[in-house]
């Protein structure tokens, strides 16, 4: 063969320098022919949104798809669209970028506006989308656990059809969530807000931008008196799949949120927790934190921050 | 099975038609199919900052990317700050405040500081911490290099 490496400067095909995997490439227009590919290629596809979490895995041949279908040149997958209730549709292929500097991101679900500069750095954010994120699945990821709390819903479209999943039932450990092979998640709806309804986020991590070693985000309803009528505390990095702290909701409901019972409220989720130990941080002080970082979200969400 | 796509780019006011092999990352694109080698790869999974280019005005990761999505788009790499050699400020202020040393981390500083500072020209310090935040450098300890992009900031 002999030496090859820049006597062609306009074709580059030396392997050397291909971090990823082969694979076959698709660009599709429209959803039709998308849903079409994954139908046709099932499990052997992967679907290319921002890329933020697929590429590092390609590039470290973790996963080796046959098949790659990027979405980015779909019309009509990204956007963010605000119903007269005041409810959000937000179109999969939506940057976090966006969902950070969207006016009615602010007005509608503030708390995602609060949590996004958390999520990796911005240059992460100008390319990774809220349906990646969310059919990705990573356990400390913050969107999976914000559109738990927010009761969202994610409409998933496949060439047979579309169908419903509430976020609570989508996620169902590590990077495994309800989606079937064939299926694409292409929108995220989420409820109006509820009035009197105030909200937390806080997470723990070792360095701005890294992923979260626990994290909390709550929602909390108080009547005219200050008694809490409900509330949803959800963690994340504690769990295979967002974790959803009913002992703490528990502890909240029919009294007044003082110090005292911010503290109740974070022993009990504390104790319930059975998370995971890696070398970022042992389970035992996941434990720990979990309890923390419920105690300064539910404080943050009283202190009417959330306004 | 096709493996193999034609794509114009725009790369600091410059327009390139190649055919790029669908696999091939936007760094390496630029480093080996365009002899722009001052885009830096240090990890190649997203997480040092060294490879951050500007996409249509905006920081991302090169080494996050297929070269092959970039059909159509514009490009800037540190190599386009300074096409005649003369420094921009910023580049200016990084020397002046001795905000590199081994350099390796700089391409992708400058990029992202770039892009910072044309969306928010007057920058409070915790705006700059933050927006470098995605870049690592392992020499500086950071400081000159805030106070190079503060520096420039206020002139």
């Given at each position: ?5 820049k006597?062609?400067p ?19 227009e429209t ?5 079409a ?22 590039n ?31 179109g999969?292929?939506?940057?976090q ?7 009615v ?14 999520l990796g ?8 989308t809220?349906?990646?994120s969310?059919?990705?699945a990573?356990p400390?990821?913050?969107l ?5 709390a ?11 059809g579309?169908r ?6 989508f ?8 989606l ?5 998640l292409?929108?995220?709806r ?31 309803h ?5 008694t809490c009528q409900d509330a ?22 029919g009294?007044k ?7 109740k ?12 130990g890696?070398?970022?941080a ?13 105690r ?12 | ?10 790369v ?11 696999r091939?990352?936007?760094a ?8 722009l080698?001052?885009t830096?790869?240090g ?5 040092c900052?060294?490879c951050?280019?500007?996409?249509n ?35 200016l202020?990084?020397?002046?405040n ?6 390796f981390?700089?391409?992708g500083?400058l990029?992202?500081a ?10 409070t310090?915790e ?9 690592i ?5 950071y400081?000159s290099?805030?106070?190079a ?7």
């Amino acid at each position: 063969m002999g030496i090859s490496a820049k006597e062609t400067p306009n074709v580059c095909d030396s392997n050397q320098i291909m971090k990823p995997p082969k694979f076959e490439y698709f660009a599709p227009e429209t959803l039709a022919e998308a849903t079409a590919l994954l139908a046709e290629h099932g499990d052997d596809a992967k679907i290319l949104a921002g890329g933020q979490s697929l590429m590092p895995m390609l590039n470290m041949r973790m996963v080796r798809p046959q098949v790659l279908v990027d979405l980015n040149g779909v019309a009509d997958l990204g956007g963010v669209e605000q119903h007269l209730g005041g409810g959000l549709t937000i179109g999969a292929l939506t940057r976090q970028r966006e969902l950070e500097r969207s006016p009615v991101v602010r007005e509608a679900a503030p708390v995602i506006s609060a949590a996004m500069p958390y999520l990796g750095h911005v240059q992460i954010r100008n390319r990774g989308t809220i349906g990646g994120s969310l059919s990705h699945a990573d356990p400390a990821a913050e969107l999976p656990a914000l559109c738990t709390a927010l009761d969202a819903q994610f409409v998933l479209t496949s060439s047979s059809g579309e169908r419903t999943v509430p976020a609570r039932d989508f996620f169902v450990t590590d990077l495994t969530t309800a989606l079937e092979a064939q299926e694409i998640l292409t929108q995220v709806r989420i409820p109006p807000p509820v009035d009197g309804s105030s909200w937390g986020f806080y997470e723990v991590c070792r360095r701005e931008g890294d992923f979260a070693l626990a994290g909390a985000v709550c929602m909390v309803h108080l009547d005219a008196s200050g008694t809490c009528q409900d509330a949803r505390i959800i963690l994340f990095g504690v769990g295979g799949a967002p974790v959803r702290a009913d002992a703490g909701v528990g502890a909240l409901i029919g009294t007044k949120p003082d110090a005292a019972s911010l503290q109740k409220a974070a022993d009990a989720v504390s104790q319930e927790l059975e998370p995971p130990g890696d070398i970022h941080a042992s389970a035992q002080y996941r434990k720990e934190v979990g309890g923390v970082v419920v105690r300064r979200a539910l404080a943050q969400a009283l202190e009417g921050r959330s306004q | 099975m096709t493996t193999n796509r034609s794509i114009r780019v725009t790369v600091n006011g410059q327009e390139y038609q190649r055919e790029v092999e669908v696999r091939m990352t936007l760094a390496d694109f630029l480093r080996e199919s365009l002899d722009l080698t001052g885009t830096h790869l240090g990890c190649e999974h997203g997480v040092c900052g060294a490879c951050t280019v500007l996409l249509n005005g905006e920081a991302v990761r090169s080494c996050l990317m297929l070269a092959v999505q970039t059909d159509g788009a514009s490009i800037e790499t540190v190599e386009g700050l300074a096409p005649d050699g003369e420094l921009t400020s910023l580049q200016l202020a990084f020397q002046q405040n001795h905000a590199l040393q081994c350099g390796f981390c700089t391409p992708g500083l400058l990029m992202t500081a770039t892009a910072f500072l044309r969306e928010t020209p007057n920058p409070t310090e915790e705006q700059i911490k933050d927006a470098i935040s995605g870049n690592i450098c392992r020499c500086t300890g950071y400081h000159s290099i805030i106070q190079a992009i503060k520096d420039v900031s206020q002139s």
